[in-house]
């Protein structure tokens, strides 16, 4: 009786789904909102390279931190009346939080405070920034204390970006780039620690090979950390569809979309061919990857 119960269980589920889709997978409209780093789309001026980008239904614009401040007035020019809105502002600041020196921790507090303040002028979500490259020395030795400095150092900041009305995001690398902050629970629990909320994270698909799983990483953030996410090709940081099968986002973006991921993905990386012909063929491939996600 058991086995046939079973039976008859299994057969009226698979015939629900096969009649009626939406009753085996619950609908999820969380929309993806595509963004690109200024310097990969094609396009001899900024106005140029946003006709490209809302021409792709592209809604977001990541630009880099260096000399911000002076560029505010052409940004918010540049966007008005369009259908594209600032992204993530990527690093540009000298020194880092985590040095030795003074003076390089000094020109890290000042220069990204400049940064952070442009960013809240010009609408940025938030000002990227990596705690220490592995080739920036001397830096801070990796123990508790150093994590409690960087905790109260970033809370300090954080605030203030608050009060510029944007954020500060930690973005997590590989081994090979920077080994103190390579995964997004990590990063998501240095925001909590943190203790503002004007710091938070993000995860970059690139250097997301650290981590196990890709959906565990973008839930263990969720949306209260969770700021900002780039993409690229995934065998040789190219852009998505140029590594072939590699280029699978699925598991990620199941995350994305069930958390309900407010925020952008934005392309950084390379291509090898032409972009105003790769770019539009990337776009597709991750609308139907999010589709199926
Ligand atoms: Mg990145």
């Known amino acids: 009786m058991a086995s046939l119960a079973t039976v008859s269980v299994a057969s009226g589920s698979s015939l629900l789904t096969s009649c009626c889709p939406a009753a085996g997978k619950q609908a999820n409209n969380t929309p993806l909102n595509l963004s ?6 094609p396009g001899d001026s900024l106005q140029e390279k946003l006709d490209f980008m809302e021409n792709l239904g592209v809604t977001g614009l990541e630009v880099g931190g260096r000399g911000l401040a002076g560029r505010v007035d052409e940004i918010n020019n540049a966007l008005k009346g369009r259908n594209v809105r600032m992204s993530a502002i990527c690093a540009g600041f000298d020194g880092f939080i985590l ?3 003074p003076e390089v921790k000094n020109a890290f507090d000042t220069t990204m405070r ?3 303040a442009a960013a809240g002028q010009i609408g940025s979500v938030g000002v990227i920034m990596v705690p220490a490259f592995n080739g920036q020395q001397p830096c801070k030795p990796h123990t508790r204390e150093t994590r409690e ?3 109260a150092q970033l809370h300090d900041l954080g605030e203030y970006a608050k009060s510029c009305g944007t954020t500060v995001i930690l973005e997590p690398l590989n081994r090979n780039e920077a080994h ?6 990590d990063a ?3 925001c909590r620690d943190a203790d503002s909320e004007g710091v938070k994270c993000m995860g970059d698909f690139w250097h997301m090979q650290e981590e196990t799983s890709d959906y565990a990483a973008f839930i263990a953030a969720g949306t209260k950390y969770l700021q900002h996410v780039h993409i690229a090709s995934r065998g040789r ?3 998505p569809t140029e590594d072939g099968e590699k280029d699978n986002y699925v598991d990620g973006m199941r995350a994305l979309k069930e958390i309900g991921y407010p925020g952008f993905i934005s392309f950084e990386c390379g291509c090898e061919g032409d972009r105003a012909v790769v770019l539009p063929k990337a776009v597709e491939l991750l609308r139907a990857q999010w589709e199926q996600a």
Do not use: H, P, S
């Not at 690109?36 to 789309?41: D, H």
């Open 36 to 41: 690109f780093q200024e310097g990969m789309v």
């Open 99 to 101: 040095a030795e020196d």
């Open 114 to 116: 400049e940064i952070v």
């Open 149 to 151: 400095f960087l905790c």
């Open 180 to 185: 103190y902050l390579r995964q997004v629970a």
């Open 188 to 190: 998501a629990a240095i």
């Open 237 to 239: 940081r190219l852009t």
